[in-house]
């Protein structure tokens, strides 16, 4: 499976003229369900996109190639000079400081458009919280997350 995600990967790279390296971190990471691959080199900046939205994209087309072999219980996971730990850490300190800002001023604040992997982020990162709650709202790319206090 890893096999397969790594050579469809750098078939789409090679094609693309984008000189990075892809490694496999995990063969089977039991969390995602499959292989985690790393892409480093000169020319990683572009593989991620605005938002990652780049490497989202390239993550879905290597899905789409494995699950035809292996199944829809399998999945891919892309990440590109550990930018997917950076953006969580920065979605964790974000979210904590809005839910800070909606505890002094007793008002609910909904954040931007996000991605689903990015809602499930902040929807984890305030779960245990007793004072506020989270709650997505809005339709497909729109879809964002509001914190609510609660009284």
């Not at 001023?105 to 499930?120: F, K, N, Q, V, Y």
């Amino acid at each position: 499976m890893a096999g397969l995600a790594i050579v469809a990967l750098n078939n789409i790279l090679s094609t693309s003229g984008v000189n990075v390296v892809c490694t496999i971190r995990t063969a089977d990471d039991p969390e995602v369900g499959g292989p985690v691959i790393d892409i480093s080199g000169e020319d990683s900046g572009l593989l991620i996109g605005r938002r990652g939205q780049t490497l989202q994209s390239l993550q879905f087309i290597v899905n789409l190639i494995v699950r035809r072999e292996f199944g829809e219980s399998v999945r891919v996971v892309l990440d590109v000079e550990s930018y997917r730990q950076r953006r969580e850490a920065s979605l964790r300190d974000m979210a904590n400081k809005v839910a800070e800002r909606v505890l002094q001023t007793g008002r609910s604040i909904t954040l931007e458009p996000m991605s689903a992997a990015d809602r499930r982020i902040v929807h984890i990162s305030l779960a245990d919280r007793e004072d506020i709650s989270t709650e997505s709202v809005g339709f497909g790319e729109d879809r964002k997350v509001t914190i609510i206090p609660k009284r």
